[in-house]
Structure formats: C-alpha cells, structure tokens
C-alpha cells in the first residue's frame, strides 16, 4: 500500500535507515519502502540514465497511490532528479544530499571527507554544496560504489565482519589526508557505519544526513512530537520493481518490521 504512507524510495535498501529512523520516533505513521531494484545501483548509470529512470520509479509510486510524503533516500537520486520529481509528484518530496554544512559546522578547521557513490562524488550539485559552505576548506571526495554492492548483496550474510576489507581502501585513502570530518554521502553506507567508524577512529567525526531529513519530514508533516513509549506500530509495506528471485529483500523488510508486498504494480 503507498496511498497515505510515508514512502521512501532508493535503488535498494541504502534508504532503510532514514525509514528506520521515522519508524523509532513516530511509529504510528504507516510507511511504505520501494526498492527500484530493476535499476540498483542507481550510483553507476550516468545522470542522464538517473534522472529519467529516479523520474519513472516516481511517476510508478504515483500511479499506485498517493503518499503523505515521499523521501528519496538516495543521494545520488537526489542530486540528479529531485527537481524533476518534485514536479511531478502530488505530495511533498524530502530529497537526502550529502551533509557539507554540518560537517563543516562540527569541525571548523581541518579537511573534510566525502565518500559516497561515483555519481554523487563528480555531482555539480556536490560542487556547490561545498563552494557554499566548506569553501575556504580542502575536501577530499573518494568514490566507492563497491561499497554499494557489498550491503546490498552481502551484509546479511557477512555483517561488519566481511565489510570491513571492502570499506576499509577508501577509507585508508581519507585517513590519509587526516580528515577531520567524513560525510558518509550514501545512504547504503549507513548500514556499516560501525566499521567505518572503527577503521577512522576517534578523531574523525562522521556526518550523515539521518537527522537533518527526519526532523524535516516530521516538520512538513506537522508530526515533529515524538510518540510515548508502548506506542503500537502501524503497518509498514517494503516493495521492490522486479522479483529479485530471492529471499534477500523479504529478510531486509523483516528486519525493519515491514511487510514484503512484491513487486510494485
């Protein structure tokens, strides 16, 4: 079901954390989670191929019902083609961008990182974000989409264990720039963040944009008060748009009490 639901939608499960965060804090909102998993990753097709297929996935959720809000919880979808669906949509749209600002709030001095997909790293929007607010400071973007690939496809099997050696070269390549700030800018990152933090240690803030995007959903939404403890969960529905042919994102939606509904019509 989408019609009423706060719908998130990424290429995959990257976007889940910023539902899990609404599901804590408001359960009594009906969600509803689309993976486009006939386009994952969404990362490495060009901004061309991006906008037109995030725009579709849209313009799909929409002939389906009509959502409260929908999040698009991917950065590189929304570096892309928020304009675009924002246009089309009959509801409001939360995009998730890479959080420079508070990065650059945190730590007033020192290099800022950036990890986060190809398309997001080489992103015009990424370029103004940090002429607008990091500037006067040197930031250090790695691109690491086979980060991507190893939560999307191995870390229910493998855990932070088995993703370590897959996230630990880029973050080496940072490390060695002595970052003061990391901007986890993908939201498929966020499922390891525990080894990321491990490998940058102590003195290396990370930043993502969980916060930011929740206190705003809430805030459109008129919904900021947080529900009192025992509050009952209201329904929750994960969909995919292509039959993955495994039980992959069945486990995912059970894992953030959602009900696996298929394959969107």
């Known amino acids: 079901m989408i019609d009423g639901t706060l719908a998130f939608l990424d290429s995959g499960i990257g976007g889940l954390p910023y539902l899990e965060w609404i599901a804590r804090r ?33 313009r799909r959720i929409f002939r389906h019902g009509t959502p409260r809000l929908l999040t698009v919880a991917c950065n590189t979808a929304s570096v892309a083609a928020l304009t675009e ?37 080489h992103s015009p929007y990424l370029d103004r974000l940090v002429d607008a607010f990091a500037g006067d400071r040197r930031v250090i973007r790695v691109a690491a989409g086979d980060i991507v690939r190893f939560v999307e ?11 370590v050696p897959v996230v630990k070269p880029a973050l080496d390549r940072l490390k060695e720039h002595g970052v003061a700030s990391l901007v986890v800018g993908c939201t498929h990152f966020l499922h390891v ?8 240690g102590p003195g290396t803030m990370l930043v993502d944009s969980r916060d930011g995007v929740g206190r705003r959903i809430l805030s459109l939404l008129g919904e900021d008060a947080e529900c009192p403890p025992g509050t009952p969960a209201a329904p929750g529905w994960f969909y995919t748009t292509e039959d993955s042919g495994n039980d992959r994102y069945n486990r995912f939606a059970a894992l953030h009490g959602l009900e696996f509904a298929g394959v969107l019509p």
């Open 26 to 58: 408001r359960p009594d909102l009906p969600l509803s989670y689309i993976a486009d998993s006939a386009h994952f990753p969404y990362g490495e097709l060009d901004p061309a191929e991006l906008k037109a297929v995030a725009v579709e996935t849209a």
């Open 85 to 121: 669906i924002r246009a089309e949509a009959p509801c409001p749209v939360v995009g998730t961008v890479p959080a420079v600002k508070p990065a650059a709030s945190h730590s007033p001095s020192g290099a800022i990182g950036v990890i986060a997909t190809k398309g997001t790293v």
């Open 153 to 163: 496809e191995r870390w229910l099997d493998e855990g932070d264990t088995g993703a």
């Open 193 to 200: 963040m525990e080894p990321i933090r491990a490998i940058m």
